[in-house]
């Protein structure tokens, strides 16, 4: 099964709005990395937060970590159309070095 | 310029051939992925290479195999194709692990490659 489980796995918001998407996993993790695709296409990394960091902004993006509970969040404020894609989170096993693995995505939809 | 490239974008091929896709990156990385998507988006590591190590998912089928010339190309060899290879494969590259630490870096996706498997 998959290593990172996100939640919901998909979301409707009206441009404006602010979305938030979770992300669960099951081992100890060296990072966490949140990552976007847009349709048909690969996908972008959007930002790394590292298991000893508790929260980490980037522009729109504001990240969370809960390593206790195993658990990510990503926040996007402000949304726009241009945010409608699929984002996955991508963790960074501690002892499987090499192995990231992502979870199922959210697919997010945002409307003009 | 781009950054991680394949090719073909799309392949459509018949159950039982060999096919490749070829994966180039110009940004000096030393690690590369390839990566399985399947209809429900679900993004699996099959690869990830470096001048040292080959890291093998262990549930991906020995038909298919990495092949590297050199460090900017890691090619993916698919033997013997069958009805559920039909993904969309995705190529990424990453610098190394720096020596002592447990860092990771960010992934560069190439646009993925279309087989559908007939």
């Known amino acids: 099964s998959q290593q990172g489980e996100e939640d919901p796995q998909a979301l409707s918001i009206q441009e404006g709005e602010n979305a938030t998407m979770n992300c669960s996993y099951k081992?100890?993790?060296?990072?966490l990395q949140w990552y976007r695709q847009n349709s048909g296409r690969g996908l972008v990394h959007l930002i790394l937060?590292?298991?000893?960091?508790r929260e980490k902004h980037s522009g729109r993006l504001r990240v969370t970590l809960d390593t206790s509970k195993k658990s990510s969040s990503l926040l996007i404020t402000a949304s726009r159309a241009a945010d409608t894609a699929s984002y996955f989170c991508?963790?960074?096993?501690?002892?499987?070095?090499?192995?990231?693995?992502f979870g199922d995505g959210t697919t997010l939809t945002v409307k003009p | 310029d781009t950054a991680v490239s394949q090719t073909p974008k799309y392949l459509v091929t018949q159950m039982g051939n060999d096919k490749s896709i070829k994966c180039e990156q110009n940004?000096?990385?030393?690690?590369m992925y390839w990566y399985k998507q399947d209809s429900k988006k679900f993004l699996k590591i099959m690869f990830s290479?470096?001048?040292?190590?080959?890291?093998i998912n262990e549930t991906v089928p020995n038909r298919f195999s990495p092949k590297s010339p050199d460090k900017a190309h890691l090619n993916l060899h698919i033997n013997s194709l069958e009805l559920g290879d039909s993904a969309v494969y995705f190529c990424?590259?990453?610098?190394?692990?720096?020596?002592?630490?447990?860092?990771?870096?960010?992934?560069?996706f190439g646009p993925g490659t279309r087989l559908t498997v007939l």
């Open positions: 081992t100890s993790i060296n990072n």
């Open positions: 940004l000096g990385h030393d690690t």
């Open positions: 937060i590292r298991s000893n960091e």
């Open positions: 991508a963790t960074d096993p501690l002892h499987d070095a090499g192995k990231s693995t």
């Open positions: 990424a590259s990453s610098q190394d692990y720096p020596a002592g630490t447990a860092t990771y870096n960010e992934q560069f």
């Open positions: 290479y470096n001048n040292k190590e080959l890291i």
